[in-house]
T-cell receptor, first 113, second 113 residues
Framework: SQELEQSPQSLIVQEGKNLTINCTSS?????LYWYKQKYGEGLIFLMM?????EEKSHEKITAKLDEKKQQSSLHITASQPSHAGIYLC?????????????FGTGTRLKVLA | SQTIHQWPATLVQPVGSPLSLECTVE??????LYWYRQAAGRGLQLLFY??????ISSEVPQNLSASRPQDRQFILSSKKLLLSDSGFYLC????????????FGNGTRLTVT
């Protein structure tokens, strides 16, 4: 099973609507990252969350990390076609001083104009 | 500023042929380097990571190998490609210190025929 579970797997919304993507971890998150990927391209780093209860915003995208640091959400307000793509959450897993990163399976977002 | 270059962007290779994908990072020293594979409809699978020259950690036993001949160069290779090696390959880097995000290249789309 996936260590990071994302939901929903896909989402189609009308332009202007709000939406939320969730990311749940089976272990405590020491660093949670959100990325956006357009088809056939690399991942673009959006935001990083570290502390329980932390919330960050960039333009119309807000990400939160819960107090227990096992769940994060990404919220888009008044969605636009430019928000379309695949959103992935990622986490680093500390292991003997090196840092392996793992990722959720992604949420594919389509915004209808 | 730091940049990451990955090439080629697309590659079509016959089964049994060799593979060499190259990734270089500019603007930083002693980065952690990573190779991921993204299969259609699936998440990112960590293949290899490296914390220094000549130091390679393999995550999944497979037909592929990785090498780091220079500080900012990471190479993904195979002696004989399999059909199952098809996918989207992503190189990424991070700095060593805690809670730093991964930065990705634009990826290589590999199709094995």
């Amino acid at each position: 099973s996936q260590e990071l579970e994302q939901s929903p797997q896909s989402l189609i919304v009308q332009e202007g609507k709000n939406l939320t993507i969730n990311c749940t971890s089976s272990k405590t998150l020491y660093g949670l990252y959100w990325y956006k990927q357009k088809y056939g391209e690399g991942l673009i780093f959006l935001m990083m969350l570290q502390k329980g209860g932390e919330e960050k915003s960039h333009e119309k995208i807000t990400a939160k990390l819960d107090e227990k640091k096992q769940q994060s959400s990404l919220h888009i307000t008044a969605s636009q076609p430019s928000h379309a793509g695949i959103y992935l959450c990622g986490a680093d897993r500390r292991n003997s001083g090196t840092y392996k990163y793992i990722f959720g399976t992604g949420t594919r977002l389509k915004v209808l104009a | 500023s730091q940049t990451i270059h990955q090439w080629p962007a697309t590659l079509v290779q016959p089964v049994g042929s060799p593979l060499s994908l190259e990734c270089t990072v500019e603007g930083t020293s002693n980065p952690n380097l990573y190779w991921y594979r993204q299969a259609a409809g699936r998440g990112l699978q960590l293949l290899f990571y490296s914390v220094g020259i000549g130091q390679i950690s393999s995550e999944v036993p497979q037909n592929l190998s990785a090498s780091r001949p220079q500080d900012r160069q990471f190479i993904l290779s195979s002696k004989k490609l399999l059909l199952s090696d098809s996918g989207f390959y992503l190189c990424a880097w991070s700095v060593i210190h805690l809670n730093s995000p991964l930065h990705f290249g634009n990826g290589t789309r590999l199709t094995v025929t």
